[in-house]
């Protein structure tokens, strides 16, 4: 499962040609405000935009856009909530799966009952990342996955998607922490000023 | 029972309140005794106005003059749809509101006229008017309420309505909550209109008809009928308003494409 990305760009930054192998990472670092999360939400096709992506065979242009982001999941820095309490944003079906999640990423299972106002930063974005993995999805598009946690909790985030890795899953990984792009990622691209990918 | 002519002396012994306000506003310096001149004026130059123009439609029996006249009193309830709400479309409210403001109000207007009213020809002006200026009203109330209801609000929902795009919900589904507060707020004032009526308010239309001497049950009949027209138009306009103003902020990729908005 592949992940190529060709001419990807908008007014704003690109263009972006790269690949990531089936269960590879790819850190992409760099400053605040030069492009990565528009990179991400491009592959996502959250926002209009130009170029080509194609995963495990399958140009996105051909799939429809939800079925695409079911397959290609963005766990955003800044998480959505739609519902008032926490476990209402998780499926019924995934009870089991949701609350052995939660253990390994520290997070008690009572979460779940609590209105989604009480849960701190960094449990809304664990919460995220479990919400985003339980749908299965093949490509993982992380930003910031870690910047609100603890060393704990980033180290429990970290071994989370090093399984999810093993078992064929592609990463990108979004950060703007070094040491973490060369402890998580086997391939490394920094995003320089005006919206380019340098290696 | 003929209705009670009024004169333009009786008037002016009612304007006294006016007056008597007025001293109010200078002695309290409450300093509204400017706006209130200007209101005064405007409402009684308005509505002579109005009342010689509706004379000289309902003594013509001009389809097509009737027809000029609905047509502006809904160009002037567009724009007022259009501009209630702080956002803005790109390409303007009034490519949202104009199709459903106008279809909306024909819709109802020909249904009472061909059904209920049944006046000849269906289309004479002297209800065929009346009915229209009841309507937009009403329709202009909820669909400026349910525009602002998606308009105002999908920019702070945005994150929420993402979270579930990102998860491979569509369009649809992501956007159904904001939709319905939308609605649900657009119909407020007509069901609380129809829950009020005769209780806690005597409606304006049977009021008006007793004034002039109709039988309380005739006035009564009337309002009930106009009640339904005005909540089943408030109830499409909403939902063409809400459902169309959504459509602008998404694209074939089922994105929120909040660039559309100004």
């Keep these: 499962m592949s992940l190529f990305v060709e001419g990807l760009h908008n007014h704003l930054v690109g263009p972006f040609t790269f690949d990531v192998p089936a269960g590879g990472c790819l850190a992409v670092t760099g400053a605040s405000g030069t492009g990565k999360t528009l990179l991400l939400r491009m592959i996502a096709d959250l926002d209009p935009h130009e170029g080509r992506v194609t995963f495990a065979g399958i140009d996105r242009a051909t799939l429809p856009a939800p079925a695409w982001r079911r397959l290609a999941a963005l766990i955003p820095a800044r998480s959505g909530w739609w519902a008032d309490t926490i476990g209402e944003h998780f499926a019924p079906e995934h009870e089991v799966e949701k609350r052995a999640l939660a253990a390994d990423l520290l997070l008690p299972g009572s979460l779940f009952d609590r209105p989604i106002e009480e849960a701190s930063t960094g449990e809304r974005q664990r919460l995220a990342l479990i919400r985003a993995l339980l749908a299965e999805p093949r490509l993982l598009l992380l930003d910031e996955p870690t910047a609100s946690l603890d060393p704990v909790s980033t180290q429990a985030v970290e071994s989370m998607i090093a399984r999810r890795r093993a078992s064929g899953t592609t990463v990108v990984w979004v950060t703007h922490d070094a040491a973490q792009a060369s402890r998580v990622s086997d391939l490394a691209l920094q995003m320089l000023p005006g919206g380019v990918l340098g290696a | ?262």
Aim: hydrophobic residues 60%.
């Design chain 2, 1 to 262: 029972m003929t209705p009670l002519t009024l004169h333009a002396g009786d008037i002016a012994i009612a304007a006294i309140l006016l007056v008597v306000d007025a001293a109010l506003s200078i002695g309290l310096r409450l300093r509204f005794h400017r706006a209130l001149a200007i209101a005064s004026l405007r409402m009684v130059v308005q509505l002579l106005a109005v009342g010689y123009l509706l004379r000289y439609v309902f003594a013509g029996h001009s389809p097509w003059l009737t027809a000029a006249l609905v047509l502006a009193m809904s160009l002037v309830a567009v724009r007022e749809v259009a501009v209630r709400p702080t956002r803005r479309l790109v390409g303007g409210n009034a490519i949202v509101a104009l199709p459903n403001v106008l279809g909306v109000v024909l819709l109802t207007a020909c249904f009472a006229l061909m059904t209920a009213i049944r006046p000849h020809p269906w289309y004479d002006a002297r209800y065929a008017i009346p009915l229209v200026g009841i309507l937009l009203g009403s329709i202009l109330n909820a669909a400026s309420i349910a525009l602002a209801g998606v308009l105002d609000n999908v920019r702070q929902q945005r994150d929420a309505i993402e979270a579930q795009l990102m998860l491979g919900a569509t369009f649809r589904a992501a956007t159904a909550p904001l939709l319905r507060r939308a609605i649900r707020a657009a119909m407020v004032p007509v069901i609380n209109q129809m829950a009020a009526a005769g209780v806690i308010t005597l409606p304006g239309t049977m009021t008006g008809q007793m004034l002039a001497g109709a039988d309380p049950v005739d006035a009564v009949k009337y309002q009930i009928l106009l009640l339904i027209l005005l909540t089943g138009a408030s109830c499409l306009a909403a939902v063409g308003t809400a459902y169309a103003c959504m459509a602008r902020l998404r694209d074939d990729r089922e994105r929120l494409r909040l660039d559309h908005l100004r």
